[in-house]
């Protein structure tokens, strides 16, 4: 929330910055499962909710992450479902291996990693955070970035 109120009227047209409440990314990850547990159902897809946060095929994408509101949302979720039943470290280190989140401003990517270590820190103890290599939010222009790939994959 202080990143969003940093931002001027000016800067935030410029970059396209627009911030997800909390509640509703919460929301879409919740209708994330819904979504897939029907897909699985019909046999759409061939993965279910739990691999959707433990298997690590399965990843995770923001291509626009701003301050990782989405990607904070996902990890919490998966933390409150699997907390009881896998260890607080090899759960964290699961979720920060599959989640990956791109943008533009710089400093939203720095609020997203500082975020993300924010609630691994409510997790883990400090100990243990240090063994924690790092996050994949990522600084690129995720339009040219997929421009990039596909010049090179044709």
């Known amino acids: 929330m202080a990143y969003q109120k940093a931002r001027s ?14 509640e509703t990314a919460e929301n879409l990850v919740k209708a994330l499962e819904i979504f897939i547990r ?3 159902k019909k046999r759409i897809i061939d993965f279910t909710v739990e691999d959707l946060y433990l298997n690590p095929k399965v990843l995770i994408l ?14 919490s979720r998966a933390y409150k479902l699997y907390k ?15 989640v ?8 939203a990517v720095l609020m997203a990693r500082a975020q993300i270590y924010i ?3 409510r997790i883990l103890s400090m100990k243990s955070i240090e063994r924690i290599k ?18 090179k994959s044709q």
């Open 9 to 22: 009227g000016y800067e935030t047209s410029v970059l396209g910055a627009y911030f997800t409440p909390h």
């Open 38 to 40: 029907l897909l699985h």
């Open 62 to 75: 923001d291509p626009t992450c701003g301050s990782g509101t989405f990607l904070l949302a996902f990890i």
């Open 84 to 98: 009881n039943s896998i260890r607080p470290f090899d759960l964290v280190e699961r979720l920060l291996q599959k």
């Open 100 to 107: 990956y989140g791109f943008d533009v401003d710089p400093l």
């Open 119 to 121: 609630q691994v820190l």
């Open 134 to 151: 790092r996050t994949n939010v990522l600084w690129c222009d995720t339009l040219k970035l997929a421009n990039y790939v596909m010049q």
